[in-house]
């Protein structure tokens, strides 16, 4: 597994904007690499916004990505299941680990749960 260097993590997780390392794949930590170069950052968030005008913001916020989640589930046809949003991908990586076998620990580690 490759390291992460990006920060994870959002108001609830990381209330001090620390960020935290995260263990992820080599085809992930590629993937991470090329969109770096393609925006020209080296640091900082992984998700970023884009201006009018095609510039790259700093990062992209948690409204943000649920109002992308949003349109994307309406787009799909998913009306049929609640709304979606980026708790709903939290929770359900937690389950698929959780049904992998992963203890309890170590999913609470990585999705920043503090209690069970």
């Keep these: ?44 968030y992984i ?4 201006t009018r005008d095609h510039q790259v913001t700093t990062s992209l916020s948690p409204a943000s990505i649920n109002k992308i989640l949003k349109r994307l589930q309406s787009k799909s046809k998913l009306d049929q299941i609640d709304a979606l949003s980026g708790h709903s991908f939290r929770v359900g990586a937690a389950l698929d680990l959780l049904e992998k ?10 999705g920043g749960w503090k209690s069970e």
Excluded at 101 to 110: K, T, V
């Design 47 to 50: 998700l970023r916004g884009f």
């Design 1 to 44: 597994m490759a390291k992460s260097t990006k920060r994870s993590g959002g108001p609830k997780t990381d209330q001090f904007g620390e960020g935290k390392m995260l263990p992820i794949s080599v085809s992930l930590h590629e993937v991470i690499q090329e969109w770096s170069h393609r925006i020209q950052q080296n640091h900082g």
């Design 101 to 110: 076998g992963i203890p309890l620990e170590r999913i609470m580690l990585r």
